[in-house]
């Protein structure tokens, strides 16, 4: 990866070819204190502090029961720029998509107690909620199949690079950026 860092006490950004007349903020963590800026490329720093603010940091439920890999998830997504809630007790999941909103859901097939897929299903059949991107994600051979069905609009096989798993939640996301 090849790109321009850019970090103040208050905000950490990197920017990358394609936004901006030529640059995408692909990744970026923003304090809810002072915007400081310090940009090399030409643009005022007006320019970039009020594309920064007008750019919308997607929000992603992830129900994942086992700690462990759901706060290294966690950390990942949020380096990469998204909101991210871990939730690891899978029967909260319809009433926190019910109390917050969400960009998309990323939801584990196997989880203590309950099938993800029957989750994905109770959102599915929930109308205020039935809309929402799911990506499932599960270990099991021949999980992809049962997910889908479900309703999951993308699945991912772990183990997974993270490289993929970034892939993957991009194009869970796209049809929501139409």
């Known amino acids: 990866m090849t ?20 640059m995408t903020i692909q990744k970026y963590r923003l304090k809810k204190e002072k915007q400081k800026i310090f940009y090399k490329t030409g643009k005022s720093k007006q320019t970039l502090s009020n594309s920064i603010k007008n750019f919308k940091m997607n929000k992603i439920l992830l129900v994942e ?9 966690k950390d990942q997504l949020e380096m990469n720029g998204y909101k991210v809630s871990h939730l690891r007790f899978p029967k909260e999941t319809i009433e926190n998509l019910l109390e917050d909103e969400f960009d998309l859901v990323i939801l584990d097939k196997l989880l203590k107690g309950v099938d993800g ?15 929402i991107p799911i990506l499932m994600m599960s270990g099991m051979d021949d999980a992809q199949g049962a997910c889908v069905a479900a309703g999951a609009n993308n699945f991912i096989a772990k183990p997974f690079e993270v490289d993929s798993f970034l892939k993957s939640i991009e194009a869970s996301l796209e049809p929501k950026k139409i």
Do not use: A
């Open 3 to 22: 790109g321009n860092c850019i970090s103040s006490d208050h905000i950490f950004i990197l920017i990358f070819e394609g936004f901006f007349d030529g």
């Open 65 to 73: 029961d086992d700690y462990t890999l759901g706060s290294i998830l």
């Open 117 to 131: 897929t029957q989750i994905c299903k109770e959102i599915r059949n929930t109308d205020s909620i039935s809309e």
